[in-house]
């Protein structure tokens, strides 16, 4: 049976591909068609918020769904910027990242590198702070980690304490394994974390929540995890972009119909990458906070541009006309019989 979909999946994409933005070329970059690619180098995360390619690679999704011949090389990285490097150097074909990083490489690359071609994960940020601090003032000259400089969280904490008018608090970036530890050492006051991490300081370090990032947003909705690949690679090959993407829409249904099984093979790779697996109080809690969904929340994608400027990582707004191409998605959201997602009009140049 999963044969015969991908079949037709792949038959799908070669009927709607004439009208797909990916047959206008980028950088000289030829829009022929070459079929299925020899490989795929695709990054994520060894987070929950990557849930999606977690339980693709557990599963062998990404093995079976991208067909014979297709080599898939997975790549680990800790937060978006760097992945952002990979991709925008071309040692990356695809990768799951933060929304902010994804707006970052379209933008760095002047809008002709990256297209964002599904969403993977909504909501799964906390900042999670000691059992002492009730409020925001409470965190004055105190220090506040997050992942990275410009990643998603970055943004989101630094717009946050410009909204509260804390200019008072260090932010430090750092790998979210050394923050945990910073935490428990009483090192720093909090930290703003994508999941598992915010609910590891919860469950084994005491942490409290401040603020849940699904309280700022209209419906609790924002794309903390988001899929975008390179244009080349999508102009060449759109019939491996779209057998990912049904890997993707394959582990999203095994979240849904067997949540349990959905959260043993995150953590058999959590196990794989880091060495360890989460608690099942961590795991349960982490799963709890996301939602995975193949809609990357489009509407949200001009207020993510503008907290940018408000958290000082930019002076001007990334301009977002042509970021998307949701054509490869709706294709396999069709074949489904799934509800096809809007570009919210960030598919136009």
């Known amino acids: 049976m999963r044969t015969v979909r991908v079949l037709a999946v792949l038959l799908s994409l070669a009927v709607v591909a004439g009208c797909s933005r990916a047959d206008r070329g980028t950088s000289g970059a030829s829009a022929t068609d070459q079929g299925p690619a020899s490989e795929v180098r695709l990054g994520y995360f060894p987070n929950v918020t990557h849930a999606s390619a977690l339980i693709g690679l557990d599963k062998g999704y990404f093995t079976q769904e991208p067909g014979s011949g297709t080599k898939v090389v997975p790549t ?4 978006g910027p760097d992945e952002v490097s990979a991709l925008l150097g071309g040692s990356l074909d695809m ?4 929304s902010g990083p994804a707006i970052n490489a379209f933008a760095k690359s002047g809008g002709d590198t990256v297209r964002l071609i599904s969403g993977a994960t909504s909501g799964g940020a906390q900042l999670v702070v000691q059992p002492g601090i009730s409020t925001p003032r409470q965190l004055q000259g105190k220090i506040v980690a997050d992942p990275q400089a410009g990643n998603t969280q970055d943004v989101a904490l630094k717009k946050w304490l410009a909204n509260q008018k804390l200019t008072g608090v260090n932010v430090q970036s750092e790998d979210n394994a050394v923050t945990l530890d910073q935490f428990r050492k009483g090192a720093i006051a909090g930290a703003w974390l994508p999941e598992p991490w915010s609910s590891r300081l919860v469950a084994e370090a005491g942490a409290k929540v ?22 080349q690679f999508l102009n060449e090959h759109p019939r491996t972009v779209q057998a990912v993407l049904q890997a993707i829409l394959d582990a999203e249904n095994l979240a849904s119909s067997d949540p ?11 196990k794989a990458l880091t060495g360890a697996t989460l608690s099942q109080p961590a795991l ?3 799963f ?16 993510l541009a503008a907290d940018q400027v408000t958290a000082g990582v930019t002076t001007t707004a990334p301009k977002l006309s042509g970021l998307f191409d ?20 960030l598919d136009q140049q």
């Open 76 to 79: 680990m990285f800790n937060a």
């Open 95 to 98: 990768g799951f990242i933060g």
């Open 210 to 231: 401040l603020v849940d990032e699904k309280t700022l947003w209209p419906d609790g909705q924002f794309p903390a995890t988001v899929l975008v690949v390179r244009t």
């Open 260 to 270: 349990g099984e959905a959260k043993a093979a995150v953590n058999r790779q959590l």
């Open 284 to 286: 349960d809690r982490s």
């Open 288 to 303: 709890a906070n996301i939602e995975l969904t193949t809609d990357p929340l489009a509407s949200r994608f001009p207020q």
């Open 326 to 345: 949701l054509t490869p998605l709706n294709a396999v959201l069709t074949e489904a019989g799934r509800p096809t997602v809007s570009a919210a009009g």
